[in-house]
C-alpha cells in the first residue's frame, strides 16, 4: 500500500515563519521542527534563520549525523509540490523557437565589433613579434 504524502507549495511553506509555527524544507521535504526549537543543539536561532524556506545548504553545511537525519523523521510532514513550483517559474521573456534565431541575429548585429577587434589585436601583435624576430 503506496504511502501518502501531503504535498506543500513554496508559497505556504513560506507562512510559516516564526518561533511559534516553524517549518523548514530540506531536500523537497518539509518538516514542522516547532517543537524541536528547544532542543536543537545549535540553538533556536540556526532553525528561525532558515524557517519558511529551503534550508539544504545550510542543514549539509553543519555536518549533521546520521542519528540527526534519522531524528528528521519524526518532524517530517509532507513534501513541496514540485509540480506546482515548476509551472510558478515564468520567464519574463518567452521566446518562441523562430524568435531565437532573430534575437541571436539582432545580438550578433549589435556586438559585431568586439570579434573585430579581438582579430585586429591579434593580428597586430603577430606582426611585431615577427618583425622582432627578424
Not at 93 to 114: D, G, I
Amino acid at each position: 500500500m503506496p504511502i501518502i504524502t501531503k504535498l506543500f507549495s513554496l508559497e505556504e511553506v513560506s507562512l510559516h515563519n516564526n518561533n511559534k509555527d516553524c517549518w523548514v524544507i530540506i531536500d523537497n521535504k518539509v518538516y514542522d521542527v516547532t517543537s524541536y526549537l528547544d532542543d536543537h543543539p545549535g540553538g533556536d536561532d540556526v532553525l528561525l534563520a532558515v524557517t519558511g524556506k529551503d534550508a539544504k545548504e545550510e542543514f549539509e553545511d553543519a555536518g549533521h549525523s546520521a542519528d540527526a537525519r534519522k531524528l528528521m523523521d519524526e518532524y517530517f510532514i509532507g513534501e513541496v509540490d514540485l509540480s506546482e513550483t515548476l509551472a510558478d517559474l515564468n520567464p519574463t521573456v518567452k521566446l518562441e523557437p523562430s524568435n531565437l534565431a532573430q534575437e541571436f541575429m539582432n545580438k550578433a548585429s549589435q556586438y559585431w565589433f568586439l570579434p573585430v577587434v579581438v582579430a585586429g589585436v591579434a593580428v597586430t601583435v603577430g606582426l611585431l613579434h615577427l618583425r622582432k624576430k627578424s
